[in-house]
């Protein structure tokens, strides 16, 4: 395959030209935790999904930890609830282009998880997938550290199945797809392999800060 | 699809759809190759190198020509929108990056039933014009749910043997249909005497609500959850 690399991608500031008339409207007060190309959607959450939004009830829903572990792990909704809790507090950013501040998600972080499932050596890559058959690729390394939760509370409410409720993965330092709504579990893997967006040409990692919102960013 | 660039295509005709819809139709400088169903990006850059970008569905069918048409909700307060509909005049140039995406599209072979609310009619009419264009009308069905009679998109060349439009607010006065939200009869009737549930697969595009509605109508009608690809317009234009 021909890769041809966007010279324009992530380098905010340098501009190929202008567009006749467009003066912008924000001017001299980008917010610095906003990423290139992004913009506040302020109170709104926009919903994007190009799934139909399913109905999961709780009394039947699992989470799972499967692949190149020690010991692959099924929790129930009752069971992870029971984890330690964990708490982000901070922006969300989705491709599209807007970014969202100041949001409280409460679950449990995949470290948790992951210790528990014990992840073989050769790990390098998991695949998020969902309840509705959604997947998404993520490093490892993008997932533990304090870098993900499995979340169902946001700002203090349950999370709305429009966003993914009961429970969704948060991986609020990547673009949100990343963040896969309605998550059924993690599978750990020795390879990358790409998930639903990322195999219709949305990027492996998909950084807002480095703007990877497709392949070849 | 593979990787894309920003690239300038010149605006060679604007016209008004609705008062607040236009369609752009933009040239690039090379065949397009867009399936139907897929979006550009369109860039906005200001003198000192702001930007503001935004996803507008192709409603042309792919026809192999180097132009494409965008149509274009004026969104209240938008940015992006307004500037399109009050600056942008024809032989401007405009970054553009594309086409993406790759699930909410169809390849014009298989059965297909298209329900769009207001403005999600876009991605759906280069749809049904590329069956038209193909003569293959009979694989489509939409259903297009609109408040009035003024807010139909494309209102003289939608309406056909394929194509159904429901009014929620004020119908013309030539239909018998009251005014009224869409029903699981609407799509119901549409698709009489073409392929079944369970050859169809279903396009929905339109506002949040618009396509839960959609969604529980098509479900409710024996469409698995699978066979339901869904667009949804949320407020990032």
New interface residues.
């Given amino acids: 395959m021909l890769v041809i690399t966007d010279p324009l991608a992530g380098k905010l500031g340098e501009v190929a030209g202008t567009t006749r008339g467009f003066m912008g409207r924000h001017r001299g007060e980008r917010d610095p935790r906003l990423p290139p190309g992004q913009y506040d959607t302020g109170q709104d959450w926009p919903v994007l999904n190009e799934e139909a939004t399913p109905k999961l009830d709780t009394a039947t829903w699992t989470f799972r930890v499967e692949g190149l572990v020690a010991h692959p792990v099924v929790w129930t909704w009752d069971e992870i609830r029971a984890l330690p809790r964990a708490r982000y507090a901070g922006a969300i950013h989705c491709v599209t282009t807007w970014s969202k501040f100041d949001m409280t998600f409460d679950g449990v972080s995949v470290d948790t998880l992951l210790a528990a499932a014990e992840p073989l050596p050769q790990v390098t890559h998991v695949l998020a997938f969902s309840h509705t058959g959604y997947t998404t690729n993520l490093p490892l390394d993008d997932v533990r550290g304090q870098k993900a939760w499995v979340a169902w509370e946001v700002d203090g409410q349950p999370l709305p199945v429009e966003h993914g409720g009961p429970a969704r993965l948060l991986v609020p330092h990547l673009y949100f797809w990343k963040s896969a709504k309605w998550v059924a579990g993690l599978r750990l893997l020795d390879h990358d392999e790409a998930g639903f967006w990322e195999q219709n040409g949305y990027h492996d990692r998909g950084d807002p800060w480095l703007e990877q919102r497709y392949q070849g960013d | 699809?593979?990787?894309?660039?920003?690239e300038?295509a010149t605006v060679v005709a604007i016209r008004a759809e609705t008062a607040r819809a236009k369609t752009f139709r933009l040239a690039l400088s090379h065949p397009g190759r867009h399936l139907a169903g897929q979006h550009y990006v369109v860039?906005?850059?200001?003198?000192?190198?702001?930007?503001?970008?935004?996803?507008y569905s192709v409603a042309s069918a792919p026809d192999g020509s180097m132009e494409f048409e965008l149509t274009v909700e004026r969104l209240e307060d938008g940015?992006v929108s307004g500037?399109l509909h009050d600056?942008?005049e024809v032989g401007?140039?405009?970054?553009v990056r594309g086409p993406?995406?790759?699930?909410?599209v169809w390849d014009g072979t298989t059965p297909a039933v298209l329900v769009g609310g207001g403005s999600g009619v876009v991605p759906l009419m280069a749809m049904l014009r590329l069956a038209r264009r193909e003569r293959r009308p009979d694989l489509v069905r939409l259903v297009v749910s609109v408040r009035a009679p003024t807010d139909l998109y494309y209102a003289d060349e939608l309406p056909g043997p394929e194509s159904t439009v429901v009014y929620t607010r004020q119908a013309p006065p030539t239909t018998t249909r009251p005014p009224g939200r869409l029903t699981t009869g609407d799509v119901a009737s549409a698709i009489t005497g073409g392929p079944g549930v369970t050859e169809l697969t279903a396009y929905v595009c339109g506002s949040?609500g618009f396509a839960?509605a959609a969604?529980d109508i098509?479900?409710e009608m024996g469409f698995p959850?699978?066979r339901?690809?869904?667009?949804?317009f949320?407020?990032?234009g």
Wanted: aromatic content about 10%.
């Fill in positions: 699809m593979g990787p894309t660039s920003w300038s860039r906005l850059t200001a003198p000192d190198g702001y930007t503001a970008s935004r996803s940015e500037f600056v942008v401007d140039e405009l970054e993406i995406g790759g699930y909410f949040t839960d969604t098509l479900q959850t699978e339901i690809r869904v667009e949804r949320g407020p990032s």
